[in-house]
């Protein structure tokens, strides 16, 4: 592992902004500085505005540290437009946040992932019953069985029409959350749309008086000051449930590439021990690990402090590599292979497991949805284990440069005409 130097100053990369660099490097920008800098810290300017570049678990410790950093002004207002808005939980701090942050960790009881897990197997069964006999695209698939388990899972009622059109109002928001031009302004059209789908889901809650599951917990919030959430914020407050179990699908699909590319190591791995959950949450892990989900989370400091030997102001703004830390050969022992194992022993190389983000999901900005993440991924590989199906030749590179990607393809797979049996 490299020898990094934390006592020496954090150096300037060269050129006065590296926007163009960033967006043609994507995912490895960060990570590829560090490594020629031999620092895991840079100073540079993306969209003309100064920023200090950071990755690793230290670096992580200090971005997470309590009350340091507040998202406001932290990402680009095309970014917050699709994935957080106004009001929502995302853009509050101190108190307020964290009142708003129970909301959502109450969801996240055993009981409720393991329903997660069920709703998800029902949903997956039914739609892969449709798929025997056939080639299928696993992306646009999967996207669907996930659309339908949210708003179960969600306790929203729903038609077969209401499925197609919130299936492309989520995943489009998710997929232009890195875009420009037509593709981000039909995405913004789009999300605009499910807003009102989501007010008027939550006024018809309220009037009606039986709400159930994550909706009913959403219109009976008391916000810090005691007031309930007006239907607009409980709207935007129910697609940021919706919407990132719709993302998972895209952890889902990363899964179905690294059990074909790795085939044989994974295969051994679970033959070890059939039926050994901690293996399959293992897999899930090294998959939320390695693969491309966010790239950065981006922080404004609202509390001045020091950090190797230099004084962070407060508007400071700070970006940490999520990707970048799950590949850091400082963290990880071979940190480039796809190596389950690794998660068996609990290890998460210091808190450099930060996919969806760090620090204390109790006071935090950690996505309180992490657990339900790795329930509905380790699912989703039971799934795919028992599916009776091959991958044709196809194009499964992963654009490294697309916010978020897909494998080129779209992942596709043959499944077997007849009923699934355990994959081998």
Same mark, same amino acid.
């Given at each position: 592992?490299?020898?990094?130097?934390?006592?020496?100053?954090?150096?300037?990369?060269?050129?006065?902004?590296?926007?163009?660099?960033?967006?043609?490097?994507?995912?490895?920008? $960060?990570?590829?500085?560090?490594?020629?800098?031999?620092?895991?810290?840079?100073?540079?300017?993306? /969209?003309?505005?100064?920023?200090?570049?950071?990755?690793?678990?230290?670096?992580?410790? /200090?971005?997470?540290?309590?009350? &340091? /950093?507040?998202?406001? =002004?932290?990402?680009?207002?095309?970014?917050?437009?699709?994935?957080?808005?106004?009001?929502?939980?995302?853009?509050?701090?101190?108190?307020?946040?964290?009142?708003?942050?129970?909301?959502?960790?109450?969801?996240?009881? @055993?009981?409720?992932?393991?329903?997660?897990?069920?709703?998800?197997?029902?949903?997956?069964?039914?739609?892969?019953?449709?798929?025997?006999? &056939?080639?299928?695209?696993?992306?646009?698939?999967?996207?669907?069985?996930?659309?339908?388990?949210?708003?179960?899972?969600?306790?929203?009622?729903?038609?077969?029409?209401?499925?197609?059109?919130?299936?492309?109002?989520?995943?489009?928001?998710?997929?232009?959350?890195?875009?420009?031009?037509?593709?981000?302004?039909?995405?913004?059209?789009?999300? #605009?749309?499910?807003?009102?789908?989501?007010?008027?889901?939550?006024?018809?809650?309220?009037?009606?008086?039986?709400?159930?599951?994550?909706?009913?917990?959403?219109? #009976?919030?008391?916000?810090?000051?005691?007031?309930?959430?007006?239907?607009?914020?409980?709207? $935007?407050?129910?697609?940021?449930?919706?919407?990132?179990?719709?993302?998972?699908?895209?952890?889902? $699909?990363?899964?179905?590439?690294?059990?074909?590319?790795?085939?044989?190591?994974?295969?051994?791995?679970?033959?070890?021990?059939?039926?050994? #959950?901690?293996?399959?949450?293992?897999?899930?892990?090294?998959?939320?690990?390695?693969?491309?989900?966010?790239?950065?989370?981006?922080?404004?400091?609202?509390?001045?402090?020091?950090?190797?030997? &230099?004084?962070?102001?407060?508007?400071?703004?700070?970006?940490?590599?999520?990707?970048?830390?799950?590949?850091? =050969?400082?963290?990880?022992?071979?940190?480039?292979?796809?190596?389950?194992?690794?998660?068996?022993?609990?290890?998460?190389?210091?808190?450099?497991?930060?996919?969806?983000?760090?620090?204390? /999901?109790?006071?935090?900005?950690?996505?309180?949805?992490?657990?339900?993440?790795?329930?509905?991924?380790?699912?989703?590989?039971?799934?795919?284990?028992?599916?009776?199906?091959?991958?044709?030749?196809?194009?499964?590179?992963?654009?490294?440069?697309?916010?978020?990607?897909? @494998?080129?393809?779209?992942?596709?797979?043959?499944?077997?005409?007849?009923?699934?049996?355990?994959?081998?």
């Amino acid at each position: 592992m490299p020898d990094r130097k934390t006592d020496r100053p954090i150096p300037h990369l060269p050129g006065f902004d590296s926007t163009a660099t960033f967006l043609r490097e994507g995912y490895d920008f $960060v990570g590829s500085r560090c490594r020629r800098l031999g620092s895991d810290a840079f100073h540079t300017r993306l /969209m003309l505005r100064p920023v200090t570049c950071v990755r690793g678990p230290e670096a992580a410790r /200090m971005f997470y540290a309590p009350g &340091r /950093m507040t998202r406001r =002004g932290a990402m680009p207002a095309s970014v917050v437009a699709l994935l957080q808005d106004r009001g929502s939980v995302q853009t509050l701090d101190g108190k307020a946040h964290r009142t708003r942050r129970a909301l959502f960790l109450d969801l996240m009881s @055993p009981e409720r992932l393991e329903q997660g897990r069920r709703i998800f197997a029902d949903e997956w069964q039914a739609a892969a019953a449709g798929w025997r006999g &056939r080639t299928v695209m696993l992306r646009d698939e999967v996207q669907k069985v996930m659309t339908r388990t949210a708003l179960r899972w969600c306790g929203v009622p729903f038609t077969e029409d209401e499925v197609a059109a919130r299936t492309d109002e989520l995943t489009a928001m998710i997929g232009a959350a890195g875009s420009l031009g037509p593709v981000y302004l039909r995405a913004r059209a789009l999300r #605009a749309r499910s807003e009102r789908w989501a007010r008027a889901a939550v006024h018809r809650a309220r009037d009606e008086g039986r709400a159930e599951g994550a909706l009913a917990r959403i219109v #009976a919030h008391r916000d810090v000051d005691g007031s309930t959430l007006n239907d607009a914020v409980a709207g $935007v407050e129910l697609l940021n449930l919706l919407r990132p179990i719709v993302a998972v699908g895209r952890y889902i $699909v990363f899964a179905a590439h690294a059990l074909h590319r790795h085939r044989d190591a994974t295969t051994a791995f679970l033959n070890d021990a059939p039926g050994d #959950a901690a293996r399959i949450e293992a897999i899930a892990q090294e998959v939320r690990r390695l693969y491309p989900f966010f790239p950065v989370i981006g922080g404004r400091v609202l509390t001045p402090f020091t950090w190797r030997g &230099r004084d962070f102001a407060a508007g400071e703004w700070l970006i940490l590599d999520l990707y970048g830390t799950g590949r850091d =050969g400082a963290a990880w022992d071979r940190a480039e292979n796809f190596y389950p194992a690794r998660h068996l022993t609990g290890g998460d190389a210091g808190g450099a497991l930060i996919a969806q983000g760090g620090g204390d /999901m109790e006071s935090g900005h950690r996505c309180p949805g992490e657990w339900l993440t790795v329930a509905l991924m380790c699912a989703g590989i039971e799934a795919l284990l028992a599916l009776d199906h091959d991958v044709p030749e196809q194009d499964l590179d992963i654009p490294r440069n697309r916010f978020p990607p897909w @494998p080129r393809d779209g992942m596709r797979i043959r499944v077997a005409s007849g009923p699934s049996v355990l994959w081998s």
